[in-house]
């Protein structure tokens, strides 16, 4: 069974950094593309993808938003990923989860975690 863990969310001011972590268990994703993809207040029905990371971790991409502030990473052998959000804002608000895929989570995937909220406060 597959589970996603998300961790590192918190409650910070405008300016602040988090650091969130996701690990997996139950499947292999080393050979997967892995995004970051948040749920902001107001549009529970979308999660968006904010950052994006190959396999070999050789191509990365971000949304226009986050460009120059958020970082992502990952460690195959971990089977974790991560993001580095610094210099936040409040419209990075939003529950923050991980899973397999590009823009959109991968079609055969559905095992979201709970996800890790981030709130910054202005």
């Known amino acids: 069974q597959v589970h996603m863990v998300e961790s590192g969310g918190g409650l910070v001011q405008t300016g602040g950094s988090l650091r969130l972590s996701c690990e997996a268990s139950g499947r292999d994703f080393s050979n997967s593309a892995m995004a970051w993809f948040r749920q902001r207040p107001g549009l529970e029905r979308e999660r968006e993808s904010v950052a994006r990371i190959s396999q070999s971790s050789k191509i990365i991409d971000y949304i226009n938003s986050v460009k120059g502030r958020f970082t992502v990473s990952r460690d195959n052998a971990k089977n974790a990923v991560f993001l580095q959000m610094n210099d936040l804002k409040p419209d990075d608000t939003a529950i923050y989860y991980c899973?397999?895929?590009?823009?959109?989570?991968?079609?055969?995937?559905?095992?979201w975690g709970r996800g890790t909220q981030v709130t910054v406060s202005s």
């Open positions: 899973a397999p895929g590009w823009r959109f989570a991968d079609g055969d995937f559905d095992a």
